[in-house]
């Protein structure tokens, strides 16, 4: 079954840790985003990658990283210097970058 | 003007109603258009594309205005499974281009 991977489901992030959030698709998609959403708010873009071993920022990247060294692999890194990091982050792919993208289930971070 | 505007309701409906929702949009070159429904704490999933003709299905029809530069869903003979919220998504043609997400319109369909 095609489609977009994400985990884990749940993280809790300590106090000056950095965390990894993973995301897989074997759509053979080339473009990659990360959103983040916060409670009753929209979707906001952090980073995008429209083919491998690039990327750009979005609108709100600091205190995230990300890297894009295999087509289907797009991981988030939430660094210690993203002060409020909780909220729900969800990863999409799209074959370009003005198709429709295709989310995965999202991860639910939360500070301990 | 915000670059994708939605009401947020809520549109409080019941089972068998007709409803509509409108989105404006900024900029006058975007060309690619899609509506989204996104059920509480779960991710978007793509409802349907806006073609220029306009297009339907099933029970969804989508509508695009350039002139007036808005997109519009219509929902027919409502079901209770249609509760959610309703994302416009618009790209936005320039340098920079990617999907502009609106906020959302919330629906409630009541027995």
């Known amino acids: 079954d095609g489609g977009i991977t994400q985990s884990p489901k749940y993280l809790f992030r300590k106090e000056g840790q950095n965390v990894t959030l993973s995301c897989e698709q074997n759509?053979?998609?080339?473009?990659m985003y990360w959103y983040r959403q916060d409670p009753g708010q929209g979707l906001r873009l952090i980073y995008y990658?429209?083919?491998?071993?690039?990327?750009q920022k979005g609108d709100i990247a600091e205190g995230y990283s990300v890297s894009r060294e295999k087509k289907e692999s797009f991981p988030l890194t939430v660094t210690s210097a993203q002060k409020n990091p909780t909220a729900f982050y969800l990863c999409a792919s799209s074959m370009a970058d003005n198709q429709p993208q295709h989310f995965g289930d999202g991860t639910r971070l939360s500070i301990l | 003007r915000k670059e994708v505007e939605q009401d947020p309701g809520p549109f409080n409906v019941p089972e068998g109603a007709t409803v509509a929702f409108n989105c404006t949009y900024s900029?006058?070159?975007?060309?690619?258009f899609f509506w989204y429904r996104q059920d509480c704490r779960k991710e978007p999933k793509l409802l349907m594309s806006v073609y220029s003709s306009g297009n339907e299905d099933g029970r969804f029809t989508a509508q695009l205005n350039r002139a007036s530069q808005y997109i519009s869903l219509l929902i027919r003979d409502s079901k209770l499974s249609d509760s959610a919220t309703y994302l416009c998504?618009?790209?936005?043609?320039?340098?920079?281009?990617?999907?502009?997400w609106g906020l959302g319109t919330s629906l409630a369909v009541n027995p």
């Open positions: 990658s429209q083919i491998v071993n690039d990327f």
């Open positions: 900029n006058s070159a975007s060309q690619s």
């Open positions: 759509l053979n998609h080339d473009a």
């Open positions: 998504v618009v790209n936005w043609a320039g340098n920079n281009r990617k999907l502009i």
